[in-house]
Nanobody, 122 residues
Framework: QVQLVESGGGLVQAGGSLRLSCAASGRTLGYAKGWFRQAPGKEREFVAAISWSGGTTYYADSVKGRFTISRDNAKNTVYLQMNSLKPGDTAVYYC????????????????WGQGTQVTVSS
C-alpha cells in the first residue's frame, strides 16, 4: 500500500518561495505524481504533474513559469518548488500518485497525501 507524506508548507509573504516535499512509502514504480490544491470555498484544482521518468512535466497556466515539479525516484519523493508566490496561491496543497492516463484529472490518481497548508500574505 502506498502512503504519501507531505511537508514544507507554511506562511510566506507575496513574492517569496516555498519548497514542498512528498515522500512516498510503498511501491510507486511507473506512477506519475502530481500536486493539487484547494482554497477555502473552492474546488480542488490541478497544479502540476510529472511522469515516472521525470521527462514530462505538466503545469496549470496559473503557476507556469513560477512553480517547478521534480522527483527523485531513488528517494521516492516528489517536490514542488514554488517561486514568486501570490496571495492567490493560498490553499491546502495535496500530492498524489497513480497510473495516470490524464495527469490533469484528480480522479486518475489512486493515492493522496494528507495536505499541507500554504499561506501567502500581502
Amino acid at each position: 500500500q502506498v502512503q504519501l507524506v507531505e511537508s514544507g508548507g507554511g506562511l510566506v509573504q507575496a513574492g517569496g518561495s516555498l519548497r514542498l516535499s512528498c515522500a512516498a512509502s510503498g511501491r510507486t514504480l511507473g506512477y506519475a505524481k502530481g500536486w493539487f490544491r484547494q482554497a477555502p470555498g473552492k474546488e480542488r484544482e490541478f497544479v502540476a504533474a510529472i511522469s515516472w521518468s521525470g521527462g514530462t512535466t505538466y503545469y496549470a497556466d496559473s503557476v507556469k513559469g513560477r512553480f517547478t515539479i521534480s522527483r527523485d525516484n531513488a528517494k521516492n519523493t516528489v517536490y514542488l518548488q514554488m517561486n514568486s508566490l501570490k496571495p492567490g496561491d493560498t490553499a491546502v496543497y495535496y500530492c498524489a500518485a497513480g497510473p495516470v492516463a490524464n495527469p490533469f484529472r484528480q480522479y486518475g490518481y489512486d493515492y493522496w497525501g494528507q495536505g499541507t497548508q500554504v499561506t501567502v500574505s500581502s
